[in-house]
């Protein structure tokens, strides 16, 4: 395909923090020529069983999913997702999740160390940005290593948040330890994630950048996949153009669907 069509990491209003219903962005992939959509609500976990979301607010989100796959049948496929915040910190319940529902695709991410959101940190000078930086490398590789997931979502969502206070954070500068997070992720089969959200936002270019595209590729990763992590409709799909020039740059020739869970390639070579 030349164009991405199909955007593999959104929210509608069943996550937390979006209030865009699933059908409002289901009409707008439609009118943006998209033909695929995996919704990856939030499924945040916590240590020490801090909270839970519940597992009414997962059957929710498949109760919407039913509705829209009837309803733009025919229109577009609707894969069953979820983005898997830090799994690590509560191993029993990301089992449970897992086991209890059919989803097609699974985001693995680290958003928050400690129970604390990246987002609410304050960045305040260089040995706290420092400190963020080294934790949530241990985070993503304990993720990488350990986790039951798809593919690594936003690897770098670090520089958003330090970019959002002025700093510029670079994770391929930290190339001892993301390499081996990078070659774990290749070994087990796992993708890594495009995703566009970055380009808007105050980094100003994707999560992440085309430099670790390379080093993936380098350490023998074989799958990519693309998201707009929207939030909002106008945002599906944004900006997939540049997420498959940066797939080419760093030499890969498909990005991954996926299927119950199995990895479905498609080329994007013009
Ligand atoms: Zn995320
Ligand atoms: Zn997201």
């Known amino acids: 395909m030349k164009k991405i069509t199909a955007d593999y990491h959104l929210h509608s209003d069943v996550s937390p923090d979006c209030n865009t219903p699933m059908e409002e962005s289901c009409e707008a992939a439609i009118q943006k020529g998209l033909t695929e959509l995996t919704f990856t609500e939030h499924m945040e976990l ?27 049948d025919g229109k577009l496929v609707l894969r069953a997702g979820v983005e898997m915040g830090q799994g690590q910190v509560d191993r029993e319940w990301e089992k449970t999740i897992i086991d209890l529902f059919p989803f097609d695709f699974i985001i693995g991410s680290v958003h928050k160390m400690d129970n604390v959101d990246m987002g609410k940190m304050a960045f305040a000078d260089a040995a706290e940005t420092e400190h963020i930086i ?129 990895p479905i390639l498609v080329s994007i070579d013009e």
């Open 46 to 72: 916590f240590s020490a069983h801090f909270k839970r979301y519940p597992i009414s607010y997962m059957q929710q989100y498949f109760d919407h999913l039913a509705r829209c796959r009837e309803k733009f």
């Open 134 to 262: 080294q934790q949530n490398l241990d985070y993503l590789w304990e993720l990488v290593d350990t986790c039951d997931f798809d593919s690594l979502g936003h690897v770098d969502l670090v520089k958003r948040y330090a970019a959002n206070h002025g700093i510029k954070v670079n994770l391929a500068d930290y190339a001892d330890r993301l390499t081996p997070i990078l070659q774990r992720l290749a070994e087990r089969g796992k993708a890594l994630e495009i995703n566009t959200s970055g380009i808007r936002q105050s980094p100003k270019e994707a999560l992440p950048s085309v430099q670790i595209l390379k080093l993936f590729k380098a350490v023998g990763g074989r799958y990519l996949t693309v998201g707009s992590d929207a939030h909002l409709s106008k945002d599906v799909g944004a900006d997939f153009d540049i997420a498959r020039e940066m797939a080419l740059e760093a030499g890969f020739h498909h990005i991954a669907l996926y299927e119950q869970r199995k």
